[in-house]
Each structure stands twice: as structure tokens, then as C-alpha cells.
């Protein structure tokens, strides 16, 4: 995916780390407000036709609202949420992490508003059906696709394979599609559709693997410190010395015919006299 490597070269310093942790702490001021002061959760909601009469932070606020289902189970449940999430930037990257999570909200609140068009921009009383709980599905599909073969121990006592839970989940979705109503079925598709846009969309899946990752820092590691320029640049074109400080727009490769690690600019990847 050219479009998502070429924004993370523009914005990738702009990335949040630990995002899980920003999410699992807005359920924290979700549930400290359903203690305290429960009637402000009405206020929280994707509600277009209130967005559209100026209640602008519902935008945003409905993330805040915790999921459903008791204490213990709720735990349970972040814990492994922050789990997957945490492997999942380490494994893509913070960058690529923010653009997937980020992706699921906003299309949600999309879904929100063509629902609202369908339903008339006045109708209200359907924003509980948006919620960050498929988006939080979209997490452990995403994980289960990275690393199908990894081993959970469901209910700390059964060991199982994490593609299988995966199956469940799809089988899961696929029955609430076909059972529930439009609201459901909005929400569901508008927050997986982060899950389609990387996985679905693309017919290489191979960067994304655990071993590739691997072996894409152990080799950054290995050629890192001879690749350290003025200014903290991190790539130099070896035939016109421009880094991508002078043009972020700049792509740089390696050669596999020059003897050693030499990297070139696109202008000079394939006019440079190889280094013998």
C-alpha cells in the first residue's frame, strides 16, 4: 500500500504511541461517569440529528462509552485488548496502528451519518447502536491475521489457537448481519471496515507478517550505524547526497549489485555505476 507508506514518511513522527492504553483509559472516564454521574452518558452518544443542531463533541465523546457486561468480564476483556493492541504497534508500527484504529472510528461516524440520511437527519435514539466494541473486534481479527497460529489459553485453562477464535468471531458477525436491523448492521460494516481497507484490499500480506517484521529490524539494526547522517537523516542518496530532509517526497533503495550498503535516491537507482 504506496499511499499509507508514503503518509507515514510525511506524518509518521505524529503517530501516538500506546494508543490501546489512550483507549482502555477513555473507557476508565466512561465508567467513572456511570458511576457518578450517569445521566451525562446520554450526552455522549453518536446522535447525528444533536450533532447537527451543535452538539459537535459527540464526534468524539461516544469512544468514551464503556462496553456492556459485568466488572470481572470487562477486565478480562481490556487486558487482552491492550494485549493484542500493544503486539499489534509493535508489529506495524505506531503509525500504521493509529491509521487502523483511527480509520475504524471514522468510519463509524460515517456509517452514523448515511444511516441518518436513510432514517431521516431529525429521527434520534439510535446512537447506542455506535460503539468502539466492533472496532475492538477489528483489533483481534487484525491480530488473528498477523498471527494466526498463536496459542491462547481461553478461560485460562484451554489452549486454542487464535484463528479458530477468529472463526467464531466471522461467524459471530455474519449472524448478527443477518439477524439484527439496519442500525446493527451499520455499525458493524462501518467499524470493520478498517479490517477490509488493510487486509482485504491488498493481495500481499507479507510485510505485515511477524517474520518479516523481524527481519526488517534486525536488518535496520545491523546497517544503522552506517546510516546515520547530518541532522538525524536516515537515508542518503550515495551519487547526489540528498536525504530526505531535502525532499520528504525522495524514495530511497538499496542496491543488490553494489558491494556493500549503498543506497540511492529513485533519480539514481538505476543510472549509478555499480560499486564493485
Not at 169 to 177: D, E, K, M, P, Q
Amino acid at each position: 500500500m504506496n499511499w499509507l507508506d508514503k503518509l507515514e514518511r510525511k506524518f509518521g513522527r505524529y503517530a501516538i504511541h500506546n494508543l490501546t492504553m489512550y483507549l482502555i483509559g477513555g473507557y476508565a472516564v466512561g465508567y467513572l461517569f456511570s458511576f457518578t454521574f450517569p445521566n451525562i452518558l446520554a450526552w455522549l452518544t453518536l446522535e447525528p440529528a444533536y450533532i447537527l443542531r451543535g452538539q459537535v463533541w459527540r464526534l468524539v465523546s461516544w469512544v468514551l462509552m464503556p462496553p456492556s457486561g459485568g466488572i470481572f468480564t470487562t477486565i478480562i476483556m481490556l487486558l487482552l485488548y491492550y494485549q493484542l493492541g500493544t503486539a499489534l504497534e509493535r508489529t506495524w508500527g505506531a503509525f500504521r496502528y493509529n491509521v487502523y484504529i483511527f480509520s475504524g472510528i471514522l468510519f463509524t461516524v460515517l456509517g452514523a451519518f448515511v444511516l441518518a440520511l436513510i432514517l431521516g437527519l431529525d429521527v434520534v435514539g439510535y446512537g447506542g447502536f455506535f460503539s468502539t466494541y466492533y472496532i475492538n473486534m477489528s483489533i483481534f481479527l487484525a491480530f488473528a491475521a498477523s498471527y494466526p497460529n498463536l496459542e491462547l489459553m481461553l478461560y485460562f485453562v484451554l489452549p486454542i489457537k487464535i484463528k479458530w477464535m477468529a472463526y467464531v468471531y466471522v461467524a459471530y458477525i455474519l449472524y448478527a448481519l443477518a439477524m439484527g436491523n439496519w442500525m446493527t448492521r451499520t455499525a458493524i460494516i462501518a467499524s470493520l471496515l478498517n479490517f477490509i481497507l488493510f487486509f482485504l484490499s491488498s493481495r500481499n500480506l507479507r510485510p505485515y507478517t511477524p517474520k518479516e517484521q523481524a527481519r526488517k529490524r534486525k536488518f535496520k539494526k545491523q546497517v544503522r550505524p552506517h546510516m546515520t547522517y547530518a541532522n538525524g537523516a536516515m537515508h542518503r542518496c550515495a551519487v547526489c547526497g540528498r536525504t530526505e530532509l531535502d525532499d520528504p517526497t525522495l524514495e530511497f533503495r538499496f542496491c543488490s549489485k553494489c558491494n556493500g550498503n549503498y543506497e540511492y535516491c529513485q533519480d539514481h537507482l538505476f543510472t549509478h555505476e555499480h560499486v564493485k
